[in-house]
């Protein structure tokens, strides 16, 4: 069973900037697609961004020219850099591990960003 622990959620102005990890207990390059969801109340899950096991990067619009997406294979940890946040960044930030064949999906507790001032 992976776990995946995110860390990094906080309270920061708009504007400000935050760095969010997420720590998988087994190896992501065995992971298809690893990437950063996030969920505003009374809002569905949405993708933030992705980064493949090639290092292929995607990206929602709205975090387009704001967000990174980055991993580091050595250390089992996956990034997001968030910088010029808006109020409208907040929710909270869920990691995703994903693998096509055979198919698995594991989701970590989320963490808490709340952009205001």
């Known amino acids: 069973q992976v776990q995946l622990v995110e860390s990094g959620g906080g309270l920061v102005q708009p504007g400000g900037s935050l760095r969010l990890s997420c720590a998988a207990s087994?190896?992501?390059?065995?992971?298809?697609?690893m990437g950063w969801y996030r969920q505003a109340p009374g809002k569905e899950r949405d993708m933030v961004a992705t980064?493949?096991?090639?290092?292929?990067?995607n990206y929602a619009d709205s975090v387009k020219g704001r967000f990174t997406i980055s991993r580091d294979n050595a250390k089992n940890t996956v990034y997001l850099q968030m910088n010029s946040l808006k109020p409208e960044d907040t929710a909270i930030y869920y990691c995703?591990?994903?693998?096509?064949?055979?198919?698995?999906?594991?989701w970590g507790q989320g963490t808490q960003v709340t952009v205001s001032s």
């Open positions: 995703n591990a994903r693998k096509y064949f055979p198919f698995s999906n594991y």
């Open positions: 087994g190896r992501i390059f065995s992971f298809d697609v």
């Open positions: 980064i493949s096991s090639g290092s292929s990067t």
